[in-house]
């Protein structure tokens, strides 16, 4: 038998580069690669790019050059080290990469994973390889499903991919351009991914997709599924007791969908919702498709039915055209919406958008300046969010052993972090927790006797996200 092969993958980004990048491991595993950690003794190099915001080609060919020197260096020893850049800026970029870098053996848009095999053994044989158009419907080709050992020792919260791309087209977005048009899995094969990461301890799933409510998937039943009917089937499957789904847009909130809130316990009160601006004019030049009122109205709906929700949300300041008080609207509507968390970033043109040919009019010191405004009252929400917990006993799903010796980390509902001084036979079972103290984003508590409530609802809604990266909606 060939000594297994050794592979590093670096991803930038998103959740869905997150769960790619796991699916490139999985698709490579039966070729013989296992994952390492460092770069140097790698015989393949996966750059897993991102080119949603400023500056991310940038980053590819700089990477690219420190990835030359390890290649040059393994090429010393007498090994050959394979260097192939995937994710969105090889979708944009992949010809220019080609040009501009001799160092890359291997292209491929984020459609053509399934193909990473041959595209690899194509590399060896003619020298280097590029593939990034592939038909639609070959979107979700086959990729290979993880091994136990993998789902387990990747722990207890998944991803699952069931819708990609985007027809929105928002003018200041890439993602239809990179990730294409809107395709979602057939039920049955979420169902089975489901099936399996449940058989090996997985608990919670978060359904991904870049604008994963516009879900329309083919149903068991020959007809189409929207993303409420997936959840509630998913609901039923033993072992998973959260579900979650990421990102939405507001124009996609259907009935059965705020029905799923209603009537699955498993299904997390907490949303993230990108609104991007409080100003309609501001929507309108976006092409965002909803008005401010609109969107107020889709959180009312989602309160209506479940009153411990809370949400989180994207912002963009400075968009073209943005003026002071089309500002003073977006800090509005946070005010009135009361976030538990949300992302804000300064506009970037990226190319090939229909924004990119608007005429810049906010200054880089007026994007600096909104951006700490916004971001400054958020955190003030979100702070406020954490706080509110302490004093009451709420759910946490237990993930792993913390830093701390003898404690163990898990989330709230809201994806707060909590700590709590115990054995690791909890890791993977939800229990309640009196909630003691906060320290920075990290809440302390103690395990509470059950039996115990639901998550208190918040004071208002606010709390902590987790550091990843949203894309899409
Ligand atoms: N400039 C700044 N932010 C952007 N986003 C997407 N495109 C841009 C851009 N050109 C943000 C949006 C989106 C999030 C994933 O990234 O807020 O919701
Ligand atoms: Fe689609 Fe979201 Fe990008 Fe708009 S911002 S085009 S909804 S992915």
């Not at 979420?190 to 870049?210: H, K, M, S």
């Not at 055209?321 to 509507?333: H, I, K, P, S």
Request: proline share 6%.
């Amino acid at each position: 038998m060939n000594p297994p092969r050794k592979l590093h993958i670096k991803s930038y980004g998103c959740q869905m580069n997150v769960y790619d990048a796991q699916r490139m491991v999985d698709t490579l595993a039966p070729e013989g690669f296992v994952e390492t950690s460092s770069v140097d003794d790698a015989d393949l190099v996966i750059l897993n790019t991102c080119h949603i915001r400023e500056k991310a080609s940038e980053k590819v060919y700089s990477e690219l050059g420190r990835l030359r020197v390890a290649k040059d260096e393994a090429a010393r020893h007498g090994r050959h080290m394979s260097i192939a850049v995937a994710g969105c800026v090889a979708q944009a970029e992949g010809n220019e990469i080609i040009r501009r870098a001799p160092v890359v053996d291997v292209v491929v848009g984020p459609q053509s994973y399934h193909h990473l095999p041959q595209l690899l053994a194509r590399a060896k044989s003619h020298g280097r390889a590029l593939e990034t158009e592939f038909p639609v419907d070959d979107k979700f080709g086959f990729l290979a499903p993880p091994k136990p050992e993998a789902i387990r020792a990747r722990g207890i919260s998944s991803f699952v991919t069931v819708q990609e791309g985007c027809d929105k087209f928002c003018t200041f977005c890439v993602v239809p351009y990179t990730r294409g048009a809107e395709v979602s899995r057939p039920v049955a094969r979420i169902v089975d991914d489901v099936l399996r990461l449940a058989d090996n301890g997985v608990r919670e799933i978060t359904l991904i997709g870049q604008n994963v409510n516009a879900y329309h998937g083919e149903g068991p039943d020959g007809r189409t599924w929207s993303l409420g009917t997936l959840l509630h089937r998913l609901a039923d499957i033993p072992g998973i007791v959260r579900l979650r789904y990421s990102t939405s847009h507001p124009r996609d909130v259907e009935e059965s969908l705020i029905a799923a809130h209603r009537d699955l316990p498993a299904l997390m009160p907490f949303v993230h919702l990108p609104v991007q601006s409080g100003s309609d004019r501001i929507l309108a030049a976006m092409n965002r498709k909803h008005t401010a009122d609109d969107y107020r109205r889709v959180i009312d709906r989602f309160r209506a039915a479940r009153q411990d929700i809370a949400f989180s949300s994207d912002f963009i300041v400075g968009f073209p055209g943005e003026t002071e008080e089309d500002f003073a609207a977006t800090l509005a509507l946070v005010r009135q919406i009361g976030y538990a968390g949300a992302y804000s970033f300064k506009y970037s043109p990226r190319p090939g958008t229909p924004a990119a040919d608007m005429r810049e009019t906010v200054s880089a010191g007026e994007m600096d300046e909104r951006l700490v405004r916004l971001q400054g009252l958020i955190d003030s929400q979100q702070s406020a969010f954490n706080a509110a917990t302490i004093g009451n006993t709420v759910d946490v799903l237990f993930e792993r052993a913390a830093r701390n010796p003898g404690q163990i980390v898990g989330r709230t509902a809201y994806l707060q972090p909590a700590h709590v001084m115990a054995s690791v036979d909890i890791i993977g079972q939800v229990l309640p927790v009196a909630i003691e103290s906060l320290e920075r984003y990290s809440l302390l508590g103690e395990l509470a006797d059950p039996p115990h409530a639901r998550p208190s609802p918040p004071a208002f809604s606010q709390m902590t996200i987790s550091s990843q990266t949203t894309t899409g909606a």
